[in-house]
């Protein structure tokens, strides 16, 4: 099993650009997310899946918008990337066991600069 | 909104001594999870805490949850390299497995 996996590793975009993250996990999940990490900030949720066909908005999402393909792929697009938006980009997974969720899966991470 | 604060931001520790680090929620807990993140790598999850009060072991790793369930320590013992990177808690609920995560606590040992 790959767990959670990224594409791509290293990103460099220009100001107004757009691109799309992707992420796609094997574990058979109907949860997933999309933080940022920035120095010093910890994570932040930018958007998140419930489950297949449903997202909503986490507590960063302005600038962004996600697709959730399928139970396994959930993408993360910038439309018009800035340079507020260079950061670090995690996916991860999660799952309801009962009344409770188990820990997230990280995937391993997209280093974007936008100049 | 939830608010969740992690002190200390850096932890220097020379190879064999014990730190603490501590994590603080402005709301009520459903859970805490705590996660450590390499140099260069993505979060790993270390563990969780549901109930008021909880106490659990890893090996050199103790974690605590307060009774209030609006606190949370993780205590290392005779800390060793393989204990560098950052450490974050992370407040956890239950309706959509959201989590808010501190900043973290950035730990360097010193051989």
């Known amino acids: 099993n790959a767990g959670v996996t990224q594409t791509p590793k290293f990103q460099v975009l220009k100001t107004g650009q757009s691109m799309t993250l992707q992420c796609a996990q094997d574990?058979?999940?109907?949860?997933m997310y999309w933080y940022r990490q920035d120095p010093g900030m910890g994570l932040r949720l930018i958007y998140y899946?419930?489950?297949?066909?449903?997202?909503d908005k986490g507590e960063v999402p302005n600038g962004y918008n996600v697709s959730r393909l399928n139970k396994r792929e959930f993408s993360l697009r910038l439309e018009s990337a800035a340079p507020s938006q260079t950061s670090v980009y995690f996916c991860?997974?999660?799952?309801?066991?009962?009344?409770?969720?188990?820990?997230?899966?990280f995937g391993p991470g997209t280093r974007l600069t936008v100049l | 909104g939830q608010q969740v604060m992690q002190i200390p931001q850096y932890q220097h520790v020379q190879e064999g001594e014990d730190f603490t680090t501590y994590c603080n929620s402005s709301?009520?807990?459903?859970?805490i999870q705590w996660y450590k993140q390499r140099p260069g790598g993505h979060p790993v999850f270390l563990i969780q805490?549901?109930?008021?009060?909880e106490v659990k072991k890893q090996k050199r790793l103790t974690f605590q949850f307060g009774e209030a369930k609006k606190n949370s320590s993780l205590h290392i013992t005779a800390t060793q390299t393989t204990d560098v990177g950052t450490y974050f808690c992370?407040?956890?609920?239950?309706?959509?497995?959201?989590?808010?995560f501190g900043a973290g606590t950035q730990v360097v040992v010193t051989p």
């Open positions: 805490l549901v109930k008021s009060g």
């Open positions: 992370a407040g956890g609920e239950d309706s959509w497995g959201k989590l808010q």
């Open positions: 899946s419930a489950s297949e066909g449903t997202t």
């Open positions: 574990m058979n999940h109907n949860s």
């Open positions: 709301t009520t807990l459903s859970n």
């Open positions: 991860a997974s999660s799952e309801r066991l009962g009344t409770r969720f188990i820990e997230q899966f």
